[in-house]
């Protein structure tokens, strides 16, 4: 495939970037961008491969497509590290992010998306991002922090400065870098203000056990909450936003989650494979390594294409078919192993319930085409405008 | 401090790691084949089943009832099944042999 083909940071390209990645995966399935200089692995069994192998694809150093975007960005965040490091930190956290310890979360997300419902259910018109998903996951996270109702329009503003992308953006921007100025001032008043609360077994209480035990410095604890809040937002607004669409695409098995909402979680799976709102998760070629005959050489940027994976014919017949009743959890929307997402429970969690509601609600609910607005962030793909009428 | 993992075919496999992780991470920070971790230790999967043989499951905590959920679904479930993401290793299980199922899931 040429490379000027594609560039996934052309907003004409997220609109719909699947026939795309179908051709590579047919045609060139370990793909070099050679204008930007990344290579993309489309194949599930090659994305999986990468996953696993954590000493040929590090995470140290790569947290986007672009080269040197983590000089701009003091706080290390352990997402871009590599073990012994990033062994020491995920073994703080996971205990705390197991389906059993976010249960307690469910009926704080129900009586919250009950809420955010409220307002607008005479008027028979929402935007469901808007007024809804773009709020439940801050929201909940919010919990998780102790982030005051009044400061979190704030956290949730800086987070999406840093992760917007204009058109064709391919660099840091300084509205990027305002975003993460933002949240990094924010969480260092909030850690100073919390200094000596009582260990509660909360996720914040556990950030500032590791930083006064020093488990963790100062910077990295900033930087873990920085990425709390980047990384449970967006992505989970977006996967909302997606299967809202995707099941007012398919009515008929919109109706079958109508009838029996105990299948809603099989449908969460599905839109994850089908449409995922992670699209990409980078590495860098830490060892020379050859992969279906390409030579990818040390230093290199590898795009994980997860959602493309999820897309391979080879693992999962029928894959371009969104088919709730398959259900597989052999996707790789979280990511896999050692780095595989964290919030992974939680995120199920609020799908789960927010469409529980939405179901209940308004189970056949329209959507606005024309209203659609796609936000831009070549790894997160979704809506940030998804007007609905019910 | 050592780990040995015994494949479904029999297969040994002894991996060096530092106490305070988990059985899970032993694997794959050592990339032991027929361990996958999918969900990287969150409770998830439960593609780090494993089998722990009695008397070292003496000097272990007993699974949760987060891990026994997980374990009513996986295909070759045994008395002495465990996930190994729950399985944290202290300086007392140097040594500790586990067992592998023929396929995780
Ligand atoms: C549907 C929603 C979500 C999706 C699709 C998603 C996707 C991902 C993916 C693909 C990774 C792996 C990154 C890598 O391998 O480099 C990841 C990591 C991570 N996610 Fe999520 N995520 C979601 C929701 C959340 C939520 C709700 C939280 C927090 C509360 C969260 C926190 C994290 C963290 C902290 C990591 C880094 C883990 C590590 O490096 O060890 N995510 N996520
Ligand atoms: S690694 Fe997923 S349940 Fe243990």
Redesign the pocket.
């Given at each position: 495939m040429d490379s000027a083909e594609l560039d996934p940071y052309d907003h004409g390209f997220q609109w719909d970037p699947y026939p795309y990645y179908r051709r590579l995966r047919e045609q060139d399935p370990v793909y070099f961008n050679r204008q930007r200089g990344f290579w993309l692995l489309t194949k599930w069994a090659d994305v999986h491969q990468a996953f696993r192998d954590f000493k040929t694809f590090a995470?140290a150093g790569a947290v986007a497509l672009e080269a040197d975007a983590v000089d701009k960005f003091p706080y290390p965040m352990?997402?871009s590290t590599d073990p012994p490091d990033?062994s020491r930190v995920?073994r703080l956290f996971a205990p705390l992010f197991t389906p059993e310890k976010m249960k307690v979360l469910e009926d704080y997300t129900r009586r919250r998306t009950r809420e955010f419902l409220k307002p607008h259910l005479s008027s028979g018109r929402l935007d469901f991002v808007g007024d809804l998903a773009a709020r439940i996951?801050m929201d909940v996270?919010a919990v998780l922090l102790k982030i005051p109702a009044t400061d979190q329009d704030n956290v949730r503003g800086w987070a999406d400065d840093l992760i917007a992308r204009e058109d064709k953006q391919h660099d840091v921007s300084p509205r990027n870098v305002a975003g993460y100025m933002g949240l990094a001032a924010y969480f260092e008043q909030h850690v100073a203000t919390h200094l000596s609360m009582s260990m509660d077994g909360s996720l914040l209480g556990a950030l500032i056990r590791a930083e006064t035990e020093a488990v963790m410095s100062h910077a990295e604890v900033i930087g873990a909450l920085i990425?709390?809040a980047i990384?449970?937002n967006e992505?989970?607004t977006k996967?909302m936003g997606n299967l809202a669409l995707r099941l007012w695409q398919h009515p008929e098995q919109r109706r079958w989650l109508v009838d029996d909402p105990s299948l809603i979680p099989q449908a969460v799976e599905e839109l994850l494979r089908f449409d995922?709102?992670?699209q990409i998760?980078v590495r860098i070629v830490a060892q020379d390594i050859e992969m279906r005959g390409k030579q990818l050489k040390k230093g290199q940027r590898v795009g994980l294409c997860?959602v493309s994976a999820g897309r391979d014919e080879e693992k999962f017949p029928n894959a371009e078919t969104f088919d709730i009743r398959r259900g597989s959890r052999e996707h790789m929307?979280?990511?896999h192993g050692t780095?595989?997402?964290?919030?992974a429970a939680?995120?199920r969690l609020e799908i789960r319930v927010v469409f529980e509601e939405i179901l209940r609600l308004m189970p056949d609910y329209q959507i606005e085409e024309s209203g659609l607005q796609l936000a831009h962030n070549p790894n997160v793909r979704g809506y940030s405008r998804l007007p609905i009428q019910f | 401090m050592k780990v040995v993992f015994i494949l479904s075919d029999g297969t040994r496999q002894t991996v060096e790691v530092e106490p305070g992780g988990t059985l899970m991470e032993a694997a794959l920070l050592n990339m032991v084949p027929g361990v996958e971790g999918m969900c990287?230790g969150v409770c998830s999967c439960a593609t780090c089943h494993c089998y722990v043989s009695a008397p070292w499951q003496q000097t272990l905590e007993g699974p949760r009832s987060g891990e026994l959920e997980m374990l009513d679904a996986v295909t070759y479930r045994r008395a002495d099944s465990r996930l190994g993401c729950q399985v944290t290793l202290t300086s007392s299980l140097d040594g500790i042999e586990v067992m592998l199922p023929p396929s995780q899931g």
């Open positions: 995470s352990f997402i990033h995920r996951p996270l990425l709390f990384a449970g992505t989970t996967t995922g709102s992670s998760i997860i929307a979280f990511g780095h595989a997402c964290l919030g939680l995120a | 990287g």
